[in-house]
């Protein structure tokens, strides 16, 4: 994740903001790309081929991307479908299972959530079957409720 110490970033921004600057003019993409390779290489290079490093840069690429796409991509798609439409369909439309119990069925929720598992979630017991008008707690309710 991005989020490093302040100490850290000061160290870092000044190299940052140069390569920034060099990417700035016309069609960064390829140098971008380079960037990224070439800091791969100069790890390669100081730490030695290893499977962990490999896997270590890949993951941190990955993790970046996922980042950028929930912070930068998300809001901006979100904000897209306000003002343009949407393509899909609201998810509970096309959901044909549970997506807490797997459940199938054709009635859930905006969250893809069945109405077995909405009604567990408020505490719904579904042992029972049905409630005795003259149960005590109902008329313990009904006194409160008139007085």
């Avoid at 490999?54 to 929930?70: H, P, Q, S, T, W």
């Avoid at 393509?87 to 959901?95: E, L, R």
Wanted: with cysteine.
């Amino acid at each position: 994740m991005p989020y490093i110490q302040e100490e850290e970033r000061k160290n870092l921004d000044k190299a940052i903001k140069t390569i920034s600057n060099a990417l700035t003019h016309g069609d960064f993409r390829g140098r971008l790309n380079y960037t990224i390779s070439k800091l791969f290489s100069n790890l390669l290079h100081s730490e030695g081929m290893s499977y962990g490093l490999i896997n270590d840069f890949i993951g941190v690429l990955e993790c970046a991307k996922m980042e950028a796409y929930r912070r930068i991509a998300v809001p901006y798609e979100d904000s897209k479908i306000a003002s343009n439409g949407d393509v899909y369909p609201p998810s509970h439309v096309v959901i044909r299972n549970c997506i807490r119990c797997g459940a199938n069925g054709d009635t859930f929720s905006k969250e893809g959530v069945c109405l077995k598992c909405i009604m567990k979630e408020v505490g719904y017991d579904e042992s029972i079957k049905s409630i005795d008008r003259y149960d005590n707690d109902i008329a313990e309710l009904a006194k409160e409720n008139n007085a």
